[in-house]
């Protein structure tokens, strides 16, 4: 018998989806996915003393989990984030962004040498913004998505805000709408990008990081909510299926790489049959979204 409990975003029942460190939610009306704040005892802590521990991240929590941030250095990157924004610069005036959750800020410097902009990032250390700021000469503001209220973002507005792959660790999506509400110029552009909300991404998540996604939010459901709060549905696109396993646990860069991929294709294959008459084929496969909303 399937355990059922309340969504706690729409209220209704939730399917419960057993994976390697949590006990993941699915709101059958919403299909948002969300997972309780503590971990479940799995397999990964009795490797702690092991060589296997920083393959699993078995040690990260919030505060340690960007810690690599305060090591990073200033070198070329261009990845989707930037190929996106370069396409997307060339149609639209934009003079200035704001990346939430943008660390280390590698992407701002290269946007920055071929256009004439305001390029400003967020994170949720103190101590991570001053370093990304010195190393980076972008302007670094606090906004810790636990507590969006206490922000320390100009009280300013932006021709473009960018929230990549970050929205899943925002737990209060009312609090974050009323901020971004106040920050989005008029006729300005809001970009959000994150995974489609099924198995394969929390399986993926759970397995690799010890700190996963708080919410899954499905785009339906991000676009309902904006829309009823001055944000108009601009344009949305879906990428390629992959599937999990696969892009995850096929490549092995040493021998205890190698072990470690076996354990977690175990671990993925285990998931699979203890989940399957909650899960169909295609939530075997991951897939991202990318919405835009246009400020009324």
């Known amino acids: ?31 948002n996915i969300y997972r309780p704040d503590h971990n479940k ?3 990964f802590d009795y490797l702690k003393k092991t060589s296997f521990v920083k393959l699993s991240n078995n040690y990260k929590n919030k505060k340690n989990q960007f810690e690599w941030y305060l090591n990073f250095k200033r070198k070329s990157y261009k990845d989707d984030k930037y190929f996106f924004l370069t ?18 800020g590698l992407t701002g410097i290269e946007i920055k040498k071929k256009n004439k902009l305001n390029y400003e990032i967020t994170e949720y250390n103190d101590k991570i913004s001053k370093h990304i700021k010195k190393i980076t000469g972008l302007s670094t503001y606090i906004l810790d998505f636990d507590n969006i209220k206490k922000n320390k973002v100009p009280n300013k507005k932006y021709d473009l805000i960018l929230i990549w792959y970050s929205i899943y660790y925002c737990k209060n ?8 509400k106040k920050r989005v110029k008029k006729n300005g552009y809001l970009v959000i990008s994150q995974n489609i909300p099924n198995f394969a991404a929390i399986t993926k998540f759970s397995i ?4 996963p996604p708080y919410v899954l939010y499905d785009h339906k459901f991000l676009v309902q909510k904006f829309q009823k709060s001055e944000f108009n549905l601009f344009d949305l696109k879906f990428f390629e299926e992959k599937f999990f396993i696969k892009q995850y646990f ?21 998931y699979i049959i203890t989940n399957y008459f909650k899960i169909s084929f295609t939530d075997l496969f991951l897939k991202d979204y990318l919405v835009i909303f246009k400020k009324n």
Do not use: Q, W
Request: one cysteine or more; hydrophobic letters at 40%.
């Open 1 to 31: 018998m399937i355990k059922r409990y309340i969504c706690r975003i729409c209220k209704n029942k939730t399917i419960t989806i057993s994976s390697l460190r949590f006990l993941f939610y699915k709101c059958k009306i919403c299909n």
């Open 41 to 43: 005892f799995n397999i």
């Open 87 to 104: 396409k997307f610069l060339k149609r639209k005036k934009i003079k200035k962004i704001l990346d939430i959750s943008g660390a280390p």
């Open 173 to 180: 999506i009312v609090h974050l709408i009323d901020f971004l």
């Open 208 to 211: 690799t990081e010890s700190y």
């Open 250 to 270: 096929f490549k092995s860069k040493s021998f205890y790489n190698f072990i470690y991929n076996i354990i977690c294709i175990l671990i993925s294959v285990y």
